[in-house]
C-alpha cells in the first residue's frame, strides 16, 4: 500500500505561499513586507488553480512563491526592519511614561540606517542591465522633481530629485546622447541612447501639480527611495566613464537664483586620478589650470612620449586611415524597400557627431511665455553653446538682452510681432536699454517652440517659415510611430495615399451634393416667388371687385353676367407656366430641357468622364469587385478554421481602411475650403 501524501506538502500548494503566512514567517509587518518585497523585486504571483494551492476553505487573493520567500529569509535588510520595529516600541513606551527627552534622543541617534547598495549590485550584475531598468526610474524621479512639498513628500526627497535628474541630463547634454523628444497631453517624452541601449522617460510639464488622496504615496515612496539609489549608481558609472568627477559641485548661489543646469559646475579628471581643474558648466569645459603632478609620474609620462615619438610615422598613416574612414562612414545608409508591398526596414539611428552640430552655430533667445528648462536642455543637447532668455526665468543664461545683436534665432509663443524701425533698433543698442514692448529684430529668425522638436526629431532644419508667430502648425507626430501600409500619414502629400478612383468618388459626391442644395434653393426661391404672384393676384381681384361693386348698382340686370372665360385660353397658360417651371428645375440642377417637357441629364466631361459613362470611377469600381470575387473564391479552399481567422484580419483591415479614408475626407475638405 502506497504512503498516503499529506495534503499541503506537494504540487502546487507547496509551490506557492499566501501573503499572510510569508508575514508570519518573516516575522515583520505588512508595511515593512512590502518595502522589501519592492526592493528585492518580488512580486506576486498568479497561480492556475487557486482552490489546489489554497489551503484553508478562505479564498486566499495573493500568492507569492515559496522560494522567493525562502530567498528573502537570508536578506541583511531584514534585521534592520526588525530593528526599526523593537526602536518603535522603544519609544512608545518612553512616550508613555512621558518621558519625551528619551524618545527623542532614541528617534535621532538609535534609528538605523537602511543601504540598498548590495541589492542595486545584486538585482543589476551588469551596467547593461541597469541601463535597461532606466526608464521607469526616470519618469518617476523627474514626476518626484516637480511635485509640491508635503508631509507624505518631504523637500528633502523632492531636491534629491532633482538633483540626480539634472545630473543625468548634464551627462546628456555633455556626451550629445538626447535622439529624440515628443510634447503630449501627459507631458514631454525624451528617448536617450547610451551604450547601444535605448532609454524612454516622460517629464511632466511644469504646471502646479495637485496632490491627491487617492494615491498611495508610501508605496511611490519606496519606489523612490530604491530608484534614488539606483540612479545615483548610474550616474556615478557615467560620470567616470568620460572622465568627470562625480559628484559635480553644486552652487547654491545659483540654485536659489532658479539656475537649474547652470547650478552644476562639472570637473574633469587627471591622468593620476588626481583633479584637472577643466570645469564644464552649461555643457561648457573650462581650462582654468593644471596641478602639478609627482616626479615618478612625470618620468613615465616622458617615457610614453619617447616611445610615441618613434612610432610617429605609423601614427600619421593611422590618422590618415582614421579620417578617410571617417569621411566615408559620416553619411549613414538608408535602406529603401524597392517594391511597393514590401515591409518597411528599420533605418540607423543619428549618430552623435551629426546631433552635436544641429544647432552649434546659433545662438537661442527664450522668450518668457516659452518653457525655459526643456528648450534649454534640448538645445545644449543638440550643440547649442549659446542660450540666453530674461531675467525673471532664472539664472545661467548666457545673455539677458533680448536686443543683443548675437543672436539669430528667438523663440517665441505669442501672437505676431510688427517690425521694428532701424532708427529706434540703433537707439537701444546704442542705449543698452531693453524695449519693454516686443518688436521684431531685423536680421533674427522667429520661430515657435514645435521648430525644435521637429528639427531634432528630423535630425536637420527645417524650414523656419512654416513656424513662425502666428502660423499654422504642421502636425506634431510621434517619432516613434511609423506609418504602416494603407494607413494615414499627414506628412505626405494626399494625392500619394488615396486608392484608385477615391478622388474622382469624392469630386463626384461634392458635385451631386452641391448640385441638390441648389435645386433645394431654387425650388424654395421659385416657390416664394409663385407664392407671391398668387398673393399679388388675389389683391388685384380683390379691388377690382369692390369697383365693380359700385358700378354694378347703376348697371342693367342683363349687363351683370359677362360668361365664363375660353377654357382653351386657361389650359395654354397653364402649360407656358409649367414649362417655365421645369427650365427652371432643369438649370438649377444642371440638366437640359426639351420642348416636349421631357427631361435629359447633362454630358459631364469632367475627370475623364466620358458620354458612355465608363469613367474611372466605374473602372475602380469594376476592378475592386473583381478583386473581392477572386478572394472570395479563394476563401473557399480554406478549411473552417483558417476562413475565420481570414475574415477577422480582414475585418480589422477594413476597419483601418475606413478610419484613414475618414481622415483623408477631412483632409480633402480642410484643403478645398483654402483654395
Given amino acids: 500500500m502506497a504512503k498516503i501524501r499529506k495534503k499541503g506538502t506537494a504540487g502546487a500548494a507547496k509551490s506557492f505561499i499566501t501573503r499572510t503566512q510569508a508575514v508570519r514567517r518573516l516575522q515583520i509587518s505588512l508595511p515593512d513586507f512590502r518595502r522589501l518585497c519592492i526592493f528585492k523585486g518580488i512580486y506576486p504571483r498568479e497561480p492556475r488553480d ?101 508631509p507624505v513628500v518631504p523637500p528633502k526627497v523632492i531636491s534629491l530629485c532633482q538633483r540626480l535628474c539634472l545630473e543625468f541630463e548634464h551627462y546628456l547634454i555633455i556626451t550629445h546622447s538626447l535622439r ?51 540612479l545615483g549608481f548610474v550616474n556615478f558609472r557615467l560620470y567616470t566613464s568620460i572622465g ?60 610614453i612620449k619617447e616611445d610615441d615619438a618613434t612610432d610617429e610615422n605609423m601614427e600619421e598613416e593611422g590618422s590618415q586611415h582614421a579620417e578617410r574612414s571617417e569621411k566615408t562612414g559620416d553619411a549613414i545608409d538608408t535602406f529603401h524597400p524597392i517594391a511597393s508591398d514590401a515591409d518597411v526596414l528599420p533605418q540607423p539611428q543619428t549618430s552623435s557627431t551629426e546631433a552635436a552640430s544641429l544647432f552649434a552655430p546659433f545662438t537661442f533667445f527664450l522668450s518668457r511665455e516659452t518653457p525655459r528648462q526643456p ?72 520661430v515657435q517652440p514645435q521648430w525644435v522638436w521637429d528639427c531634432i526629431n528630423e535630425v536637420r532644419l527645417l524650414r523656419p517659415d512654416l513656424y513662425a508667430p502666428g502660423a499654422t502648425l ?31 468618388e469624392a469630386e463626384l459626391d ?27 393676384a388675389n389683391g388685384m381681384s380683390v379691388a377690382d371687385s369692390n369697383s365693380d361693386s359700385c358700378s354694378e348698382s347703376n348697371a342693367t340686370s342683363q349687363d351683370s353676367f359677362a360668361g365664363f372665360d375660353d377654357p382653351g385660353a386657361t389650359d395654354s397658360g397653364d402649360d407656358a407656366a409649367d414649362e417655365h417651371q421645369r427650365e427652371l428645375e ?17 454630358i459631364l466631361k469632367k475627370n475623364g468622364r466620358d458620354a458612355n459613362g465608363d469613367d474611372a470611377t466605374k473602372k475602380a469600381a469594376r476592378r475592386r469587385k473583381e478583386e473581392a470575387e477572386e478572394l472570395e473564391r479563394r476563401k473557399m479552399m480554406l478549411s473552417r478554421k483558417k476562413r475565420k481567422l481570414l475574415d477577422k484580419m480582414l475585418y480589422s483591415n477594413s476597419q483601418k481602411d475606413a478610419e484613414a479614408a475618414t481622415l483623408r475626407r477631412k483632409r480633402r475638405k480642410i484643403e478645398s475650403e483654402k483654395v
Fill in 244 to 303: 568627470l568627477v562625480y559628484p559635480p559641485k553644486f552652487i547654491m548661489k545659483s540654485d536659489e537664483q532658479g539656475g537649474e543646469l547652470s547650478a552644476f559646475l562639472l570637473e574633469g579628471r587627471g591622468v593620476d586620478g588626481s583633479m584637472d581643474s577643466e570645469a564644464v558648466q552649461n555643457g561648457e569645459v573650462q581650462t582654468n589650470g593644471r596641478h602639478e603632478l609627482p616626479e615618478d609620474v612625470q618620468k613615465q609620462i616622458e617615457g
Fill in 586 to 602: 432643369a438649370e438649377a440642377v444642371g440638366l437640359t430641357f426639351k420642348a416636349n417637357g421631357a427631361r435629359v441629364k447633362s
Fill in 510 to 536: 461634392n458635385e451631386v451634393k452641391a448640385t441638390s442644395e441648389n435645386e433645394d434653393s431654387e425650388h424654395s426661391a421659385l416657390a416664394e416667388e409663385v407664392n407671391r404672384e398668387v398673393a399679388d
Fill in 50 to 150: 487557486k482552490k489546489k494551492v489554497s489551503k484553508s476553505s478562505t479564498a486566499s487573493t495573493t500568492f507569492y512563491y515559496t522560494k522567493d520567500i525562502q530567498y528573502l529569509l537570508h536578506e541583511p535588510l531584514l534585521q534592520k526592519l526588525r530593528d526599526h520595529k523593537t526602536l518603535s516600541k522603544k519609544i512608545v513606551k518612553s512616550l508613555g511614561r512621558g518621558e519625551v527627552g528619551d524618545a527623542a534622543r532614541l528617534e535621532k541617534n538609535a534609528r538605523p540606517k537602511l543601504s540598498l547598495d548590495h541589492i542595486i549590485k545584486e538585482r543589476y550584475p551588469t551596467f547593461v542591465d541597469a541601463l535597461r531598468d532606466l526608464d521607469d526610474a526616470l519618469s518617476l524621479l523627474f514626476l518626484f522633481a516637480n511635485l509640491p512639498s508635503t
Fill in 180 to 230: 529624440k523628444s515628443f510634447l503630449s497631453i501627459k507631458g514631454i517624452y525624451y528617448q536617450a541612447t547610451i551604450q547601444g541601449q535605448d532609454i524612454l522617460w516622460l517629464a511632466p510639464y511644469k504646471f502646479v501639480q495637485r496632490m491627491t488622496g487617492d494615491v498611495d504615496f508610501r508605496i511611490m515612496g519606496t519606489f523612490v527611495e530604491f530608484y534614488t539609489t539606483l
Fill in 474 to 504: 504642421p502636425p506634431h507626430l510621434s517619432p516613434w510611430v511609423k506609418p504602416a501600409k494603407g494607413a494615414y500619414d499627414p506628412t505626405t502629400p494626399l494625392a500619394e495615399q488615396e486608392r484608385e478612383g477615391e478622388a474622382e
Fill in 375 to 446: 528648450l534649454e536642455f534640448i538645445l545644449r543637447a543638440f550643440g547649442c553653446k549659446r542660450v540666453g532668455w530674461d531675467a525673471v526665468l532664472g539664472d545661467g543664461a548666457f545673455t539677458n538682452n533680448e536686443h543683443d545683436p548675437t543672436i539669430t534665432h528667438q523663440i517665441v509663443d505669442r501672437p505676431p510681432i510688427a517690425d521694428s524701425p532701424k532708427s529706434e533698433v540703433s537707439d537701444l543698442m546704442s542705449s543698452g536699454t531693453v524695449a519693454k514692448q516686443a518688436m521684431r529684430m531685423p536680421g533674427r529668425t522667429y
